[in-house]
């Protein structure tokens, strides 16, 4: 059977309540848009065996194909056993691998497997188990029959953690795009311009009648942009294509490009330090280590990220990053302030010894904000060895608490990348 | 007409194609539940005009509410005035007090309405347009009726910061949930303990025909324990019977209980914190800044949180945090061990003169693991002035690498929990 259109269907209560985001069905969409497959719904269902079990048979009507999340846990509330079962007219069996497999999670642990668990190695009869290398909860492969028609079905596991590897290992072998359809797509990330900027700059290109289409999208400030072939033409030509749209996209959005592999400004920094041989360190204020979370997210980053300080309160700038204390007296600078920010990157750069050293102070709100410096005024400082200029910038970040921590990082980062690649001049979006 | 059961419909090829994860829906579900109409679907549907106008008609038979987001642009893929039309054999005509508040909204920025955004002025005839007080899209009000079944339906722009304000002014005060129905929910949020252990400690209480009805759902290490009643008793009377079942949750769950307000440890944390009146400070390894970011997430973390020293290598272990650098040599303990990170929180204690400290090393992955000490092997410590004694603790992560540091990073803030609350000797999940 060919996967032409499909359908994404989260499971939960904690769903359909609000409680909880939906993440997964996103996720997956891409994956099945990027090799082919067009997504026409997705659809959020509560733990009700009815509602599962219904719309399960509305879209075995509609699509050829089924990736559903949630509702496989060992609790009374975890329905998608049964009820892909009550959809194919099928019963529970319990799977013998599966539940060795089970077992073997709570072995490895040092437990026994309690006997809750053991319904997770329930599945419909003609259905496979997919196997779940990370939890205890199996994934299923079933096909829905209506009608001379028929649908396959994959149920994941909810936690992304669990489900994206079951994905990638279990799902993509057995997906069938339409063999005569090429779909190609490429993302270019850009952070420091607005979206609206950069889509004046591509002008022409982003025209929706276009083949290969580029589209933007903006998340956290990184704008990534989209290019892609969905057509007839052989893989090869339509990379030809793409390259061609690729070139242009580089040269119009410049400096801002920061990849073409990942959204992660920590990434591209920590690839360009490691080529040179250089280290960094940080030193955070409002930040409170979120910069340092954001490099040490990366595998290897132990290469070229030394460690930093958290100097939270104005007594800790002054013993931990050695800022002079006059700096924050009545009528002195104060914490956030250019003087300080650029004394707390020159502190990081000797007490730590690296090559460059990366400092933060600003005011994250809600609370704190005055008239000369509202909520979202960051000072960012950039300090190097054997240079005594600090590139120091003032930004005024917007959005709450968490967005303003979130761009102050980014532009750090963004910062110390525009320094090793030679663009310093380049200005960033919101700063002053 | 009651709106007793909703949908929420969320419209755009970002949301199907993947490009963006949908929030609104969670947003406006978490408001219904709230006032007691239960969202019963949630569904997206990409940019196309039959598909749109199909769902509404299938969702106007199932429930007496539906909420979309999105489509109300002034480009050609907005079809969401379109389809609404359709749904309701209407046709459209411009509403004359729209197109004047799109006028002014372009007037106030100095610039006549580009011709485009008239189109965001039409209306199926017999809907009432919502007026937008942010952004150039009014939102719409129709009434789908089909065989004797009537289905009011709401259209909200898609952007959350337009969406929220709209939805507060002029859809709440048109919400007529079931006066006869009462839904009271309660959440009780656990760390330290697996979710199947929970659910069995719980037992009967989480059979589906219970009402109140207790579930449970697992993200990030945080198991969240939901009480919900749904019937026709008086809001007091069924507080009463919340209130049995949620002591009885709390006697079951014991010191893994943390909130019944905020999924986040670090909340609860700087909440204890703060009525004692102690600080805390942090010194990290592997979490590399991660404990810190989650502490100054919450907002007024300064009135606790002091700063922290981000010892990625050894070399910052020993200047920073003062651990003795013979720890380090051939056949000594070595960075991920039990007297290094005793060392760190004891650094941390004096060089930040916080009342208390937690230190984190370990092996976040996907390299460095060995056969004593796999990935995921992550001590912890916590110091407190005036105690000689430091809990450390030695634990076995799972997942990968953002997972461990996830749980490494929570886990500090667990013990460091447990010791306010007087329960250190409560064995967490994980814990070797």
Redesign the interface.
């Known amino acids: 059977m060919i996967h032409q259109r499909a359908a994404i269907l989260?499971i939960?209560?904690?769903?359909?309540?609000?409680?909880?985001?939906?993440?997964n069905?996103?996720?997956?969409?891409?994956?099945?848009?990027a090799m082919g497959i067009v997504?026409?719904?997705?659809?959020?269902?509560?733990?009700s065996l009815e509602?599962l079990a219904r719309?399960l048979r509305r879209l075995s009507r509609d699509v050829e194909l089924v990736i559903a999340t949630g509702g496989l846990?060992?609790?009374?509330?975890d329905l998608t056993r049964q009820a892909v079962a009550m959809a194919c007219d099928d019963s529970l069996v319990e799977d013998r691998l599966s539940l060795i497999q089970i077992e073997a999670y709570f072995a490895g642990?040092g437990r026994p497997m309690?006997e809750?668990?053991r319904v997770q190695a329930r599945r419909p009869a003609r259905a496979i188990a997919l196997s779940n290398e990370?939890g205890?909860a199996p994934g299923l492969f079933a096909t829905i029959l209506q009608n001379s028609r028929s649908c396959d079905v994959f149920c994941l596991p909810g936690?992304p953690?669990e489900m994206h590897p079951m994905f990638r290992r279990q799902v993509l072998p057995r997906l069938r795009p339409s063999p005569g359809r090429t779909v190609r797509t490429r993302v270019l990330h850009c952070y420091g311009i607005g979206e609206s900027h950069l889509a004046t700059l591509l002008g022409p290109l982003m025209t929706?009648d276009q083949n290969p289409l580029v589209?933007t999208?903006a998340?956290g400030g990184v704008v990534s942009c989209?290019i892609r072939y969905d057509g007839t033409l052989p893989a090869i030509e339509a990379d030809v294509r793409l390259d061609e749209i690729e070139g242009r996209v580089r040269r119009l959005a410049g400096a801002y490009l920061f990849s073409d592999v990942s959204p992660s400004l920590a990434v591209a920094v920590i690839s360009l330090l490691r080529t040179r041989n250089e280290t960094l360190s940080?030193v955070?204020s409002?930040?409170?280590?979120?910069?340092?979370?954001?490099?040490?997210?990366v595998?290897?980053?132990?290469s070229v990220?030394?460690?930093?300080?958290?100097?939270?309160?104005n007594?800790?700038k002054v013993?931990?990053a050695g800022v002079d204390s006059s700096l924050f007296e009545a009528g002195a600078p104060g914490a956030v302030s250019r003087e300080v920010v650029t004394a707390m990157a020159r502190g990081g750069l000797e007490?730590?010894?690296s090559t460059h050293a990366l400092a933060i102070s600003g005011i994250?709100?809600?609370?704190g904000g005055s008239a000369p410096k509202p909520v979202g005024t960051v000072f960012i400082a950039r300090a190097s060895a054997g240079d005594d200029h600090v590139d120091c910038r003032e930004f005024r970040m917007t959005g709450d608490?968490?967005a303003v921590?979130d761009w102050a990082a980014k532009s750090a980062l963004a910062m110390l990348r525009l320094h090793l690649i030679g663009q310093s001049e380049t200005r960033l979006l919101r700063e002053v």
Not at 299 to 302: C, E, L, W
Not at 305 to 313: K, Q, R
Request: charged fraction near 15%.
């Open positions: 989260a939960g209560d904690e769903l359909t309540l609000g409680q909880t985001v939906d993440t069905s996103a996720w997956i969409s891409d994956q099945l848009t997504p026409v719904e997705h659809v959020t269902v509560p733990d509602a719309v846990g060992p609790t009374l509330d642990r309690p809750l668990n990370v205890t936690p953690g929706r589209g999208t998340s989209r940080v955070e409002c930040t409170g280590g979120l910069l340092g979370a954001m490099l040490t997210d595998p290897g980053a132990s990220f030394v460690g930093g300080l958290l100097t939270y309160t007594e800790a013993s931990l007490r730590l010894g994250a709100g809600p609370g608490r968490a921590r």
